[in-house]
């Protein structure tokens, strides 16, 4: 029987969504960009060979129009490859990632669009009473390592937690895990959770954080995303429904509000992540799914303006891609995606709205063009079919058609 292995590489959008105008985001592309400051730099062209066999660049071509600079299409992909473009409005992780599961949202998340005092003085009030907090810093859109270096100190003299939000829906508490406690910010978020209830708001980020005032702070691998739960059954339902295991790598399980999950990997670092992958590959029965999301692509590199970085932090994911590849057995399927984009290159450090792969590979799978997606959850639909389950409420079977 069939098993399935989705790996989400978090933020690695194409280029080229139909709609990203609306979004402020027409022109934005981030692997095609992230290629180009390589290609430029003195470290030289981006080097991904595995990626490369499984159709990203020719992808990228087809979402866009161009190649890649330091890429070339000479050579057929191993695996059969496409783009897709997401139907929900946003471009957050919640959504894109449901969207990919099968679920497609008829309607945004909340936002709190405000720059500065971003947040309703009644959810502050409820959060501060309740929480036992002699107030909070922060209230307004920020990144996370830029606010955490800014008001960190104050924070640790004042025991105020840090608030703040962006252009997706979310709301993110930062507080130092010695002097504020790591269980008691863990608790805040919950209790945020609940009184975000009337204002539709997908993820609640609890954002720890070490250091001291003078050799910097530095956000750990404990963060904690609380999601509204899916509003409809996803591919990971169904996989579940079949008495098969999902099992979830990283945050996979926090998105999803751990609907659908039978088995939790935490694992923080790339090397730590795909190192779960493995383990859990090898330890998969028949017709079980396992979901990787690959977060530093986003939060380290993505939010960071990074693309120096983030170029570098492809080819280590290329490097180990191999691994993998070597030990799929007859009856697996292995599918690569991204969420949404998150152009390092791009004005702000906000998501941006991309087209994104979708890459497929399996032991005698026969490569082809799959084609420009009208929606992300194609993605899921081919793995349903794959895996024997009955057809999601979204999505055209990309194995089929």
């Known amino acids: ?25 027409a022109g934005a592309d981030t692997f095609g960009h992230i290629a180009a400051v390589c290609a430029q730099a003195a470290r030289g062209p981006l080097r991904l060979p595995a990626l490369e066999r499984l159709g990203l660049a020719h992808a990228h071509q ?52 405000a720059r500065e005092q971003s947040f309703p003085r009644e959810l502050l009030d409820a959060l501060i009473a309740q929480g036992h907090l002699p107030g909070v810093l922060g209230n307004c859109h920020a990144s996370g390592t830029e606010i955490i270096a800014r008001l960190g100190a104050q924070h640790i003299a004042s025991g105020k937690p840090i608030v703040y939000t962006s252009a997706d829906s979310v709301f993110q508490i930062a507080a130092h895990e010695e002097a504020f406690g790591l269980e008691r910010l863990l608790d805040l978020c919950q209790l945020a959770r609940r009184l975000l209830a009337p204002y539709d708001i997908g993820r609640v ?55 659908g999950v039978t088995r939790k990997l935490p694992a ?15 330890q998969a029965a028949d017709g079980a799914l396992i979901a990787t999301n690959f977060v530093d692509f986003d939060s380290v590199y993505g939010h960071r303006r990074d693309p120096l970085g983030y170029g570098a932090a492809l080819e280590r994911f290329d490097a180990r891609l191999p691994q993998l590849l070597d030990r799929l057995r007859d009856g697996d399927l292995l599918v690569l995606s991204a969420d949404h984009g998150c152009d390092p290159t791009w004005p702000g450090s906000d998501h941006t709205r991309e087209c994104v792969p979708l890459l497929a590979f399996a032991p005698g799978l026969q490569p082809r063009a799959l084609g420009r997606r009208a929606s992300f959850a194609d993605l899921g639909q081919g793995i349903a079919s794959h895996l024997g389950l009955p057809p999601l409420a979204a999505g055209r079977c990309f194995l089929k058609d």
């Open 62 to 113: 087809l979402a866009t129009g161009s190649i890649a600079p330091g890429f070339e299409l000479s050579n057929m992909p191993a695996a059969q490859w496409g783009c897709m473009e997401e139907r929900a409005c946003g471009k957050d992780t919640p959504s894109g990632h449901w969207e990919s599961a099968g679920v497609v949202l008829d309607r945004p998340f909340g936002l709190f669009g």
């Open 1 to 25: 029987m069939a098993r399935a292995i989705w790996l989400v590489l978090d933020s690695l959008g194409i280029g080229g969504a139909a709609d990203a105008t609306t979004y402020g985001d």
């Open 205 to 259: 980020i609890a954002r720890p954080f070490v250091g001291t005032v003078e050799a910097g702070f530095k956000r750990t691998g404990n963060r904690r995303d609380y999601a509204l739960p899916p509003p409809a059954p996803t591919l990971l339902d169904r996989v579940c429904a079949a008495d098969k295991d999902v099992i979830a790598v990283g945050k996979i399980s926090d998105i999803f509000a751990a609907r």
């Open 268 to 282: 923080s670092g790339h090397e730590a992540l795909f190192d779960a992958t493995l383990a859990a590959l090898a």
